[in-house]
């Protein structure tokens, strides 16, 4: 379409395009304003927790799932040293697997995140 | 008065964990930031942003480590 | 003013350990709350549901859905337990909004309890139906055999792990933002007993954020219920399938 404009009219091509630009847009204009309305409209009757709000649950999940990690870690150290009376060692060696096991737990409720159809 | 050297020991070894915050905020930005650059790439580097928090927050962890230790096992 | 007293527990009658405290009041309320909307807007059952049944129908369809996606229909066999800790949370949550009330979520010990109620299961049901089998669950296929202590050790941390991520994630949320609401509740009187009438003028801005974070408050009390539901599904459903 444009191109036939810019081919067929080479002496006052403003015109006319500039009054179909402007019908286009009235157009264009109208048809976004529709489409909005008919989204929000979906968006308000949906009986399922918004995406934001989704997002929200998963973020507090995740921050809490490795401080958990940490703190058995770390508690499991602590009765083993009071048990055993191994000093510093079961302190230690128990926090950083309790770390590890944090971003485990990290890992496992962000692949939970995606549902395997979702995506390939 | 030895008591009172630990704690405050402690709570000086807390502040690393200010840095590894620090450091994890700026991962999380970075990500936020190229992801919004690029959404289509940006499922795939998840794996490599989990990494990043690991190995950052793993220095933080050290610092828990040393309050702790000052706390409980010294 | 002191914004901790409101959690205080306080024997209404009895006394020692077996004493009826507010926050006993307060479940009880809440379970009784349930039974009766349940009862009262069930009771009917028309075919064209009216508000209430709506409502009782609303929340089972959405319990039902969050156990079948993450638990599969296996998992529907658990349904009474997980609606039973939905509702129960839920309601309890939103009972501590309404003000000089007492919120039962905000104690450490009763979301522990209920976080070892689901662990319990889990442990109880996954030995029944698997036998030894479910203590695959510790180890994943395909690793060395020198590194599997290593793995194991993190394995069965990753799974203690699992009722105290489950307790505090409700007990922290519930606590620090009643904490919240009742400090910046706390601003507004201050303000107008310091200041008189200039203090009026400015406590309107304390006053705008306690009402938004009434609002927030609301989100977060149905939020920690949903949470706290599709995690007692994710666990049910490492008892029904182990060995991922």
Known sequence: ?120 | MEALGQYIGAGLATLGMGGAAIGVGNIFAQYLAGALRNPSAADGQFARLIFGFAVTEALGIFSLLVALLLLFAV | ?244
């Open chain 3, 1 to 244: 003013m002191d914004p901790i007293h409101q959690f205080a527990i306080t024997p209404l009658f009895g006394e020692g350990t077996f004493a009826f405290t507010n926050s006993s009041l307060f479940m009880v309320l809440t379970v009784l709350t349930i039974t009766l909307f349940l009862i009262l807007a069930t009771g009917r059952g028309a075919l064209v549901p009216g508000r209430w049944q709506s409502l009782a129908e609303l929340s089972y369809e959405f319990v039902a859905n969050t156990v079948r996606q993450s638990a599969g229909n296996d998992g529907m066999r658990f349904f009474p337990l997980v609606f039973s800790l939905f509702m129960f949370v839920l309601v309890a949550n939103l009972f501590g909004m309404i003000p000089y009330s007492f919120t039962v979520t905000s104690h450490i010990i009763v979301t522990f309890a209920l976080a070892m109620l689901v662990i319990t299961t889990v442990i109880l049901y996954g030995f029944w139906k698997n036998g030894l089998h479910f203590l695959h669950l510790f180890v994943p296929s395909g690793i060395p055999v020198f590194l599997l202590p290593l793995v194991v050790a993190i394995e069965v941390i990753s799974f203690l792990s699992r009722p105290i991520s489950l307790s505090v994630r409700l007990f922290a949320n519930m606590l620090a933002g009643h904490i919240t609401l009742k400090v910046f509740a706390g601003f507004v009187v201050q303000l107008v007993a310091a200041l008189g009438a200039l203090g009026g003028v400015l406590a309107i801005l304390p006053l705008g954020m306690a009402v938004a974070l009434q609002g927030l408050e609301f989100l977060v009390a149905f939020l920690q219920a949903y949470v706290f539901t599709i995690l007692t599904c994710i666990y049910l459903n490492d008892a029904i399938h182990p060995g991922h």
């Open chain 1, 1 to 120: 379409m444009s191109d036939k404009d810019t081919q067929g009219r080479g002496g006052t091509p403003q015109d006319p395009s500039g009054g179909d630009f402007s019908e286009r847009l009235r157009r264009l204009d109208t048809a976004l304003k529709k489409a909005q309305a008919d989204r929000t409209d979906g968006d308000e009757h949906s009986p399922r927790p918004s995406k934001s709000v989704e997002g929200m649950a998963q973020a507090l999940r995740l921050a809490s799932e490795f401080a958990a990690g940490v703190i058995v870690g770390g508690g499991i150290g602590w009765v083993f040293d009071w048990a055993f009376g191994l000093s510093p060692w079961g302190l230690i060696v128990f926090l950083l697997l309790g770390f590890v096991a944090g971003v485990l737990n990290i890992l496992r409720s962000s692949g939970l995140m995606k549902k395997p159809g979702e995506r390939e």
